[in-house]
């Protein structure tokens, strides 16, 4: 499975907009990007999901390069209620299913 | 939208006694099943796989014989910890895919189960 790197922690303000990158150099062909949110004390909640360039929902986009080594998690104009742990998952098929492995993640806080 | 819950939340015990927690799926099928355990400020580690009707798959470093899974159908996995200890205690999350896809099925969180033993 491949391994992820993102930055530890991130400050933000209200209103601004937020990148996040992730580093997944030896992804493989197969393997899908998806990011989640989780809140302290609760289960991590689905943001977005990808396998290359652009895919935007109703909450952030998600942006893949040409060569998948990395991706950016876009949030735009941040609340205070998006303080929080984002993690970025890559993985794919295998004899077990979609095993989800949790990198570090990042500590989002927004401030008023 | 699908929704996996968790029970109970919250649960405290006596070292040396046994927990179940319980996480279903509520309107979707789950083949697949994947258990977590978290401690303060740290990430989720994954503890084993669940697969309804046959046997757990387990990670490297933790004990079968102390966390026994259970899937005995589609929309119930069960964790038990047995002979609790107080370094059992952390919030235990399950999972649940919905969707034939393994790369692309979505993942659904339960609430998590927070277990503290005395």
């Known amino acids: 499975l491949a391994k992820t790197t993102q930055p530890i922690s991130m400050d933000s303000y209200e209103g601004q907009e937020v990148n996040i990158t992730c580093s997944h150099n030896?992804?493989?062909?197969?393997?899908?990007i998806t990011w989640y949110q989780q809140f302290p004390s609760q289960g991590p909640r689905f943001i977005i999901q990808?396998?290359?360039t652009k895919v935007t929902n109703e909450v952030a986009s998600l942006f893949i390069p040409a060569d998948r080594k990395s991706s950016t998690l876009s949030l735009p104009r941040v609340s205070l209620s998006d303080t929080a742990v984002y993690y970025c998952l890559v993985g794919g098929a295998n004899t077990g299913g979609f095993k989800t492995i949790f990198g570090a993640g990042t500590r989002l806080f927004v401030k008023a | 939208g699908a929704v996996v819950s968790q029970h109970p939340s919250r649960v405290i015990c006596k070292s040396g006694t046994s927990v179940k927690i319980e996480c279903r799926s509520l309107d979707f099928q789950a083949t697949t099943m994947f258990w977590y355990r978290q401690f303060p400020k740290q990430s989720l580690m994954l503890m084993a796989t669940s697969n309804e009707g046959s046997k757990a798959t387990y990670e490297q470093g933790v004990e079968k014989d102390k966390f026994l899974i259970n899937h005995a159908s589609l929309t119930l996995s069960t964790l038990t910890v047995t002979s609790a200890h107080p370094e059992d205690s952390s919030f235990y999350i399950c999972s649940a895919r919905r969707g034939s896809s393994p790369n692309t099925g979505e993942l659904f969180f339960g609430e998590g189960s927070r277990l503290t033993v005395l």
């Open positions: 990808g396998y290359k």
């Open positions: 030896n992804i493989a062909t197969n393997d899908y």
